[in-house]
């Protein structure tokens, strides 16, 4: 059974920083791709950054040039770097596990950890 716990959350001022970790266990992670989602209320879930098995990443527009995603295999964890940090980007940070084998697709998503940016 594959499970992501995420840490790292919580209240900081606009212009701080904040990093968001995530722990996968059940399976052999490097085999993973890792992503960061977020949600704020009322609105839908979306990407903010994913790290492919190769280490390839890919980020929302918005958040290119502030937050850095990062991978240790031998740690089976994720990180999300991240500076600058603006009240807009306040939401539920949800961590997931992507992987698709032949026709089948496997995924699975943390508990989520709220970040506040005051202004």
């Known amino acids: 059974q594959v499970q992501l716990v995420e840490s790292g959350g919580g209240l900081v001022q606009a212009g701080g920083s904040l990093t968001l970790s995530c722990r996968l266990s059940?399976?052999?992670?490097?085999?993973?791709?890792m992503g960061w989602y977020r949600q704020a209320p009322g609105q839908q879930r979306e990407l903010v950054a994913d790290?492919?098995?190769?280490?390839?990443?890919n980020y929302k527009d918005s958040v290119k040039d502030r937050f850095t995603i990062s991978r240790d295999n031998a740690k089976n964890t994720v990180n999300l770097q991240m500076t600058g940090l603006k009240p807009e980007d306040s939401a539920v940070y949800y961590c997931n596990a992507l992987n698709s084998v032949s026709s089948s697709r496997y995924e699975y998503w943390g508990q989520g950890t709220q970040v506040t940016v005051s202004s």
């Open positions: 059940g399976s052999i992670f490097s085999i993973w791709t």
């Open positions: 790290i492919t098995r190769s280490g390839r990443t």
